[in-house]
């Protein structure tokens, strides 16, 4: 690879740990304990549980077997009502592991979220709700892996020596074959609020936002001079969802999220076609942009059979980042089940007195 493309990747990936500090995906709605802690519990079911996984940037990194992957399992459910009959008390867990670069750096997280939904007006089809987030987060990479003569070597003029931190780590030998695990963790702190209420005859809107790391905890694998804290997050997100008639819906959203001075936008269009009313089965496809730096072309499809959505999306690189990534960037599968479990009505036996 040439210098330039070198460059053009190592520029990328600093703006990806500014604004990309926790998970990102395409399909944000399908990660909604990801998204935003108030969304614990908003739907109408028993219980909810997702998975989502995300394999990105395999060209920059084809000659290791280390791509870039990301993983998520949640499971939610609005376990309790509230103090008024209208409202009602959301509880979830969050799970996520977290795989980039060929030094193999790893995010493992365990997260708790809390969300308390207030209905509003008297038939209770507005909701306001705040919602809270706290867990942990363990971070790890192997040393070993890396080659500290690396950029000297192609070119750069800089070695990860001159990192304050990085000079502390116990840098291990590539050819050894004898790991150096170096570890680090913090906890996670997080609020959200979500306004839900109706646009209209056949639309509902919904508006979040999200503030994250508020604390800044620090995150430095080796301490020393600097804590390496992280950044303040603020991630706020609208969607509208439209019943066009016939069998059509049509879902916009978007997107936005600002961490230490860099900023990403995402806008996206979903349409859903009903193939069959009987078995409740439906075909969604859309697409979207996403915007940091450069612009990513987002392809999304899926379906619902009932109370199961699966989900896929495609992301391609639409300038900066191509001479690593040949246009391609991310590829995501997701699925997710709502659960209802109500109990059967206690009908009570009719007697029937035959006429004499």
């Known amino acids: 690879m040439q210098i330039k493309t070198w460059i053009s990747v190592i520029t990328v990936m600093i703006s990806l740990n500014l604004i990309g500090q926790d998970l990102h995906f395409t399909q944000f709605n399908l990660a909604p304990l990801n998204l935003n802690p108030a969304l614990t519990g908003a739907y109408l079911g028993t219980y909810r549980a997702g998975i989502l996984y995300r394999d990105q940037y395999r060209t920059v990194n084809s000659g290791t077997p280390r791509p870039y992957q990301t993983a998520t399992v949640f499971i939610d459910s609005p376990i309790i009502g509230g103090f008024r009959k209208k409202d009602w008390i959301g509880l979830g867990a969050n799970f996520f592991y977290d795989q980039a670069g060929t030094t193999e750096v790893k995010n493992i997280g365990t997260i708790l979220s809390l969300a308390y939904h207030l209905g509003l007006g008297k038939k209770g089809d507005n909701v306001f709700t705040i919602g809270a987030q706290y867990g942990s987060v363990q971070r790890r990479f192997d040393a070993s892996l890396g080659v500290t003569g690396w950029s000297l070597e192609n ?43 109706s646009a209209g005859k056949n639309s509902d809107l919904r508006l979040g936002l999200t503030v994250s790391h508020f604390l800044r905890p620090g995150q430095s694998f080796a301490g020393g001079f600097r804590q390496d804290r992280k950044y303040v997050k603020t991630a706020a997100f609208i969607s509208l969802y439209s019943d066009l008639g016939g069998r059509f819906t049509f879902k916009p959203q978007a997107l936005f999220q600002t961490a230490g001075g860099i900023n990403e936008l995402v806008i996206q269009g979903i349409g859903s076609f009903l193939l069959n009313e009987e078995k409740e089965m439906s075909f969604n496809a859309g697409i979207g942009v996403r915007a940091v730096n450069a612009l990513d072309l987002q392809v999304i499809a899926g379906m619902d059979i009932k109370d199961i959505r699966v989900g896929v999306a495609y992301d391609f690189n639409l300038a900066n ?36």
């Open 155 to 197: 070119g750069l003029g800089m070695s990860p020596l001159s990192d304050p931190d990085l000079a502390n780590l116990p840098m291990g030998n590539s050819n050894t074959g004898q790991g150096n695990l170096v570890e680090s963790s913090y906890n996670l702190l997080a609020v959200g609020t979500l306004l839900t209420t």
């Open 321 to 356: 980042f191509n001479p690593a990534t040949n246009g391609h960037s991310g590829f995501e599968l997701a699925v997710t089940y709502i659960g209802k479990v109500y109990k059967k009505p206690k009908v009570e036996p009719i007697l029937i007195c035959p006429r004499l």
